[in-house]
């Protein structure tokens, strides 16, 4: 099979006979075998009933149904789970995304040997305050952070070559940070195609408030895993062993300043006295605390399951 299309919902009943027909037509128009793999992420209006007609019209729409709504992330992961095809699509279920730009990624993909190729809303139909000066800072800290070089990590049109999403696990608000968690399993060629962005067609956006606190936690929980989920000790052990060094030297500072004091025969306060004396004592904790926390990280990481997973690319005989 060339192409399996990928699309969570929510709530999009009016939107899909739409899209998967404009999918259809641009699957025939370039004789393309494909599968549509839709995921109700919950919805609590008649998105699957849509979903069970457009299956017995179109043996090539497969559906998913959650028991609630569970996110985004989690409707990627269980619909890359089903896949079939060489080439993976995702997109969203608004209409704001193009079928049209699908030949074109399947091309960079297959031709150009792309592993992954993100979308980019050069031109978007979103307001202003609330998502387009937002989307710009975010995605200005992620290329700073992870070093690749794309403009919308959040774009929802992507294109994957079929291993990638087989070897990623998507969860939390990860499917904003797709291609850091490609890069670190591996796939390092990751390509950006402009794509057309359309205004909203039916219902309103999912995504509240709350995607300015999760965006960026994730992001610090992305960059932190991609450098040191096999390694802790080596966040872990450096940062406890520095502050342990900064509150050792500052508790043996306070300790000779009072032995130089008595043996001048000068009156000094007791040594408890000094509040220097507890933020050294302080630091020292919490250096052991997070040196223990490093080591009892890279004990885990030693006998996880998954420790020298992507190792292999490929075997022969």
């Known amino acids: 099979m060339n192409i399996s299309v990928v699309i969570p919902l929510f709530n999009e009943e009016e939107s899909l006979p739409e899209l998967t027909s404009w999918i259809k037509q641009v699957m025939d128009d370039h004789q393309f075998s494909y599968e549509i793999i839709l995921v109700d992420d919950g919805s609590n209006d008649r998105s699957w009933k849509v979903i069970q007609n457009l299956n017995r019209d179109n043996s090539n729409v497969r559906g998913i149904k959650f028991r609630r709504n569970y996110g985004k992330s989690a409707a ?79 774009c929802g049109l992507k294109a994957y070559r079929s291993q990638v999403v087989k070897s990623i696990e998507v969860y939390g608000e990860m499917h904003r940070y797709i291609p850091v968690l490609a890069k670190w399993a591996g796939f390092k060629k990751i390509g950006e195609k402009v794509v057309k962005h359309q205004e909203r067609k039916y219902g309103e956006t999912k995504f509240g408030m709350e ?87 890279e004990l885990v990481s030693r006998n996880s399951a998954d420790r020298n997973k992507y190792l292999i690319e490929d075997t022969l005989g």
């Open 76 to 154: 990627l992961y269980a619909g890359f789970a089903e896949t079939k095809g060489d080439v993976v699509v995702t997109m969203d279920a608004d209409l704001q995304d193009n079928p049209e730009e699908i030949p074109e990624l399947y091309q960079m993909i297959t031709e150009q040997n792309y592993d992954l190729v993100s979308g980019w809303k050069k031109k978007r139909h979103d307001p202003v305050l609330s998502k387009n000066i937002p989307s710009k800072f975010y995605n200005w800290t992620a290329r700073r952070m992870t070093g690749i070089k794309i403009h919308d990590f959040n």
């Open 211 to 297: 995607r300015f606190i999760r965006g960026p936690l994730d992001l610090l929980s992305v960059i932190f895993i991609s450098r040191f989920s096999k390694k802790p000790m080596h966040f872990f052990g450096v940062l406890g062993s520095l502050m342990f060094l900064v509150g050792l030297i500052a508790t043996v500072t306070v300790g000779v300043n009072k032995l130089m004091a008595l043996s001048q025969h000068v009156s000094a306060p007791r040594v408890t006295d000094n509040p220097y004396f507890y933020m050294a004592l302080t630091a020292m904790i919490i250096g052991t605390q997070l040196f223990l926390a490093g080591f009892i990280s």
